[in-house]
């Protein structure tokens, strides 16, 4: 098997155990606070569980361009390797936590220490043949997708099988298994000596060297409102099948399933629709599945049946599925050489906020607008981002001019 094939079986295992351990929580989490810490009133249980949840996303957010500035100097492989090992030690040392206080300071140090998405992004893109790239990214994001679905699903069930503590001991387990195959079997050609040679310059100079380039910016708006539009209807989505449903009767099932559904679309479309990329380009995918991903936004506000729902939201995850795999490569080709790792770091840092901003803005805005405003608001930004991508990323690079001396 060529080398970058066994780099993205590898790295496609690693996203998905990395993500799945991040979300595994997500059933179980309000529980473990009453049954294991003791806590008794409602409303404490929900800010400490808001809290918990979010922490690990902000400081992923902060930290993540820092680790795409040190993978530039010092290798992605390198990086990555920190990341694994060290959320592994996080993740077991979360089942230790006695107050909720010490589970927060872990899951923030968790998302501190992260960084294995941007990593393997970066990793993959360098080892892709360029023809391939659609493909590599499609797929390697589906690892990431099938983890953030499957994790909790498969937290719900060690929680009945085993408990919540052990939950922490495996996922870590999992995760340093997973780091010591990439450890071995990732290959990545990577020059230091060339590397070392190009001119330092701190994270925030980093960040206005790349934010002056047009196509970039408007690549990360993307990223961020894709996952701001898939979170923030989802603290509203059990609500919202209950009005549809019209009975408490197996309402987590149904509740649950609309909420992975768009996952389960956007897990199978992404390799597919990074081989179509890989064919027809990036650009023209990215613009289609916007477009499409706002036209389907506006018929959840009108639906009348939960089949109804479930039915727009796969083929809403048809077309998200194009548009990261299709960001990716666009970022890859976009950013100068050498900067490859902080342009995805920062990619990343924008996935991060919307996880924070998405479920807070969602829920904000539907005291004034209701949940089906939420989805007409997603509509809108979506096509607003279709023409700035078609006036920016379509736009040809700027050829630059020979020196005249």
């Known amino acids: 098997m060529a080398q970058w094939k066994i780099n993205l079986a590898v790295l496609w295992l690693g996203q998905f155990l990395v993500l799945a351990g991040m979300t595994m929580i997500i059933p179980f989490l309000s529980l473990y606070l009453q049954q294991d810490f003791g806590l008794t009133d409602e409303q404490e249980i929900a800010t400490w569980a808001g809290v918990i949840f979010a922490g690990n996303f902000v400081t992923s957010f902060l930290f993540q361009p820092l680790w795409g500035k040190l993978a530039d100097r010092h290798g992605r492989k390198i990086m990555l390797l920190r990341s694994g090992f060290g959320m592994a030690v996080v993740m077991v040392l979360m089942g230790f936590a006695q107050a909720p206080w010490q589970l927060l300071a872990l899951r923030m140090l968790n998302g501190t220490i992260s960084g294995f998405n941007p990593a393997a992004v970066s990793l993959v893109s360098a080892t892709t043949p360029k023809d391939r790239m659609g493909f590599a990214m499609g797929l390697v994001?589906?690892?990431?997708?099938?983890?953030?679905?499957?994790?909790?699903?498969?937290?719900?069930?060690?929680?009945?099988?085993?408990?919540?503590?052990?939950?922490?001991?495996?996922?870590?387990?999992?995760?340093?298994?997973?780091?010591?195959?990439?450890?071995?079997?990732?290959?990545?050609?990577?020059?230091?000596?060339?590397?070392?040679?190009?001119?330092?310059?701190?994270?925030?100079?980093?960040?206005?060297?790349?934010?002056?380039?047009?196509?970039?910016?408007?690549?990360?708006?993307?990223?961020?409102?894709?996952q701001f539009a898939m979170m923030s209807p989802m603290p509203l989505i059990p609500l919202y099948v209950q009005r549809l449903h019209g009975t408490t009767e197996n309402l987590a099932f149904w509740a649950g399933f609309v909420g992975s559904v768009t996952g389960l679309s956007n897990m199978i479309a992404s390799p597919l629709l990074g081989r179509l990329s890989d064919r027809q380009g990036a650009e023209l995918v990215l613009g289609v599945s916007l477009v499409g991903a706002g036209l389907m936004f506006i018929p959840q506000a009108f639906v009348s049946e939960v089949w109804q729902l479930l039915v727009v939201r796969f083929a809403l995850g048809i077309f998200l599925g194009g548009l990261i795999p299709s960001v990716n490569a666009l970022i890859r080709k976009h950013t100068p050489d050498g900067m490859e790792s902080r342009a995805y770091s920062f990619n990343s840092s924008t996935l991060s906020l919307g996880n924070v901003v998405g479920p807070i803005g969602g829920g904000v805005a539907s005291g004034f607008i209701g949940i089906e405003g939420v989805f007409l608001v997603a509509a809108v930004l979506f096509f607003l981002n279709a023409v700035w991508v078609k006036m920016v990323v379509f736009r040809p690079a700027e050829r630059r001019k020979p020196d005249s001396g």
């Open 141 to 226: 994001q589906s690892g990431a997708i099938a983890g953030t679905i499957m994790g909790p699903f498969i937290g719900g069930l060690l929680a009945d099988w085993v408990g919540f503590r052990p939950i922490f001991y495996i996922t870590g387990t999992l995760l340093f298994l997973a780091s010591l195959l990439a450890m071995f079997l990732v290959k990545e050609n990577f020059d230091r000596t060339k590397a070392a040679a190009v001119p330092q310059i701190s994270v925030w100079a980093g960040f206005k060297e790349i934010s002056h380039i047009p196509q970039l910016t408007a690549l990360f708006a993307v990223t961020l409102l894709i």
